[in-house]
């Protein structure tokens, strides 16, 4: 029953990323990354971490597709894009992911299951992951604080709404 | 993982829901369509093409209120992990304690410097 | 886990989820009599005694009225939009214990749809995803009253989820726990004698913060600038009709009975009678089962209680301006729900460090 959960969601998020890729509106794109996050997520409870998939959730699905969605509304991205197939480049690259990924997902059926030995799945627990931000990675953390600081001072100057260079109403 | 089962049956039980409400309503409506009925919601005008829809000018101000709300997210979302195993850590010591105090600092300093730049102000 | 156990899960489910959807029609009543009595005339009293039935005759009225798809809206985000608000509504009930256990064919049976460990986290997050409808719903609609409701709304909701999940956070750091079960369990008896042992009686700040910021989240007045109808029309769902219409209001409905059940069970013990244990109980009633029904009529009355609240405050203070929301829920309640946290941080490491 989980493999078919896993294997049920795994495709979900799957076709959310492609619905990402070749949505003709914008909008669909964010919408089908709502999706893939969402199935994502999903792994990550079966998986056995739940805090990770919870965190997932309130920080990408809840908080950076809003942020794209907002994009889309400010820049009327309404009409259609159409999907630049042309550039023999994009081709290459995309035929390049492709084969990469379903050599890791062969490798993957080759062991039989798709999930890691029950040592990794309880490492997961959230109570060892905080205490581990909390007591190994002090310091990492505390530079962290610095960094977001950082960015709320260079995403506010950027985009301030007066600014010469910047976007304004 | 076996906590999340009830969860998926609640899924399912809602999306049976959902298909439910949408299935009786269009047997069970009325169907009479007209040009007026069918246009845009606008009070006094009669003409569709007059309607702007969505042509609207978009406020900056929402994208940077959303730019903002995902930075404090993500510094909200470091003190979920830290309350967990707050109350526990102190009888070991109060190293938690004082690396939260730092990292308030700094969310603190962020916070003083969008309100004093007005970032937020809505009108 | 065998049959029998899946078939007690699923109609442990059901039964949940049904309860909380029948809020809606005693929620529509309680409301509209509400109204009236505050604003001192009849309500609603030609449908049944009282005008009880009132409900049924709105719902029917849904149900028979033409589903209208305006021109120039983006068809899929429009129909699926409504759901997109009740489905996260619909899966937040899973994480609210409404009791302790029954038994039934020899089973404990928990009186709670799904036993999370990461109960008060799933409750933020999934809670977060009910933006996407609003935001869906206002610009598929392609009418500039819809897309100025949902823009409004979503910098709403989203600028109030921080105030939320640092009380939460507060709440997490006093119980030591995600879990909404365990919280309930760590309410139990008295203090100092003679107060019920509540949450609130720790964290009164944490409260006012969490109750305030659930008022925005769900779109209450005197939060419900989307709606704004004397501006807006009716915010993000000025073009939807018929039982999609409905739909909006039903998960606005769920929404509130899921924020009481959360505040109920955060900060007023729960399912706990105040005053006496349920081991005391369980000696005075002798039967598991009773004591379960017991503890679901407790937890309804504190669940009924914040609903009635709702109703009372919507009903009573005008609607905010929307530079004073953001006012509120960034220069006040951020800042407070921060020094809330640190308060309590260096209390408790004051009182329990080593």
């Known amino acids: 029953m989980r493999d078919g959960l896993f294997i049920a969601f795994g495709i979900l998020t799957i076709l959310g990323g492609l619905g990402v890729v070749v949505a003709r509106h914008a909008i669909f794109s964010a919408f089908s990354m709502v999706i893939a996050f969402f199935g994502l997520s999903a792994l990550y409870v079966l998986w056995g971490s739940n805090f990770i998939a919870m965190l997932q959730i309130l920080i990408y699905t809840g908080a950076i597709v809003v942020l794209f969605v907002f994009v889309v509304m400010l820049l009327d991205l309404k009409k259609e894009s159409s999907l630049d197939t042309g550039s023999g480049l994009a081709v290459m690259l995309s035929g390049a992911t492709v084969w990469f990924f379903s050599l890791l997902i062969l490798r993957a059926m080759n062991r039989g299951s798709y999930f890691a030995s029950e040592k990794v799945l309880v490492s997961q627990d959230m109570r060892v992951i905080s205490h581990l931000l909390f007591t190994k990675y002090l310091w990492p953390f505390e530079i962290l604080s610095l960094f977001l600081l950082a960015l709320i001072i260079g995403v506010c100057v950027l985009a301030r709404p007066d600014s010469k260079e910047g976007p304004h109403k | ?123 | ?354």
């Not at chain 3, 729960?270 to 009633?285: K, V």
């Not at chain 3, 919507?314 to 301006?321: L, M």
């Open chain 3, 1 to 354: 886990m065998d049959w029998l156990d899946l078939t007690i899960i699923f109609v442990r489910t059901a039964v949940i989820y049904v309860a909380f959807i029948q809020v809606v029609p005693i929620m529509i009543w309680v409301e509209r009599k509400g109204a009236a009595l505050i604003q001192d005339r009849p309500g609603p009293n030609r449908v049944g005694p009282f005008g009880l039935l009132q409900p049924v005759a709105d719902a029917l009225k849904f149900l028979f009225k033409e589903d209208p798809i305006p021109k120039e809206v983006n068809k899929f985000l429009y129909a699926i939009a409504p759901f997109l608000i009740l489905l996260p509504a619909s899966l937040v009930v899973c994480a609210i214990p409404i009791g302790d256990y029954a038994v039934f064919f020899g089973r404990d049976v928990l009186l709670q749809v799904a036993d999370l460990d990461v109960g008060l986290l799933f409750v933020l997050s999934i809670g977060s995803l009910g933006v996407y409808g609003i935001l869906f719903g206002g610009w598929a609609s392609s009418n500039k009253f819809s897309l100025l409701g949902a823009m409004r709304s979503s910098a709403q909701v989203i600028s109030y989820e921080i105030p939320l999940a640092l009380a939460a956070a507060n709440a997490v750091m006093f119980y030591g726990t995600f879990n909404l079960r365990q919280m309930v369990f760590a309410q139990e008896g008295t203090l100092f004698g003679f107060l019920p042992n509540w949450g609130i009686w720790y964290q009164p700040l944490g409260f006012l913060i969490f109750f305030i910021a659930l008022f925005a989240e769900t779109n209450r007045l005197p939060f419900d600038l989307p709606e704004s109808e004397a501006e807006l029309v009716g915010g993000y769902h000025t073009e939807y009709g018929s039982m999609k219409f409905a739909v909006f209001f039903m998960a606005e409905y769920i929404n509130l009975a899921t924020a009481s059940g959360l505040m109920t069970t955060l900060y007023f013990g729960g399912w706990h009678l105040p005053w006496i244990t349920d081991a005391r109980l369980l000696e005075l009633l002798g039967s598991r089962n009773l004591l379960a029904l017991l503890q679901v009529a407790t937890f309804t009355v504190k669940l009924s209680f914040f609903m009635i609240v709702f109703v009372w405050v919507r009903w009573t203070i005008p609607r905010f301006r929307f530079d004073q929301l953001m006012r509120v829920g960034w220069k006040n309640l951020l800042p407070l729900g921060l020094l809330n946290i640190i308060v309590t941080a260096i209390v408790l490491y004051l009182v329990e460090g080593r």
């Open chain 2, 1 to 123: 993982m076996e906590a999340f089962i009830p969860v998926v049956i609640m899924f399912v039980l809602a999306l049976l829901l959902s298909g439910a409400i949408y299935f009786i309503t269009s047997v069970l409506g009325p169907r009479v369509r007209g040009r007026i009925k069918l246009s845009p919601y606008e009070c006094g005008v009669y003409e569709p093409a007059a309607q702007t829809s969505t042509k609207l000018p978009f406020q900056f101000r929402f994208y940077l209120i959303a730019v903002i709300f995902l930075l404090f997210d993500v510094e909200g979302a470091f003190f979920l992990p830290w309350a967990l195993i707050y109350r526990e850590s102190l009888a070991v010591d109060g190293t938690l304690l004082v690396g939260m105090l730092v990292f308030s600092f700094f969310v603190v300093l962020g916070l003083v410097y969008v309100f004093r730049n007005k970032y937020l102000n809505v009108d």
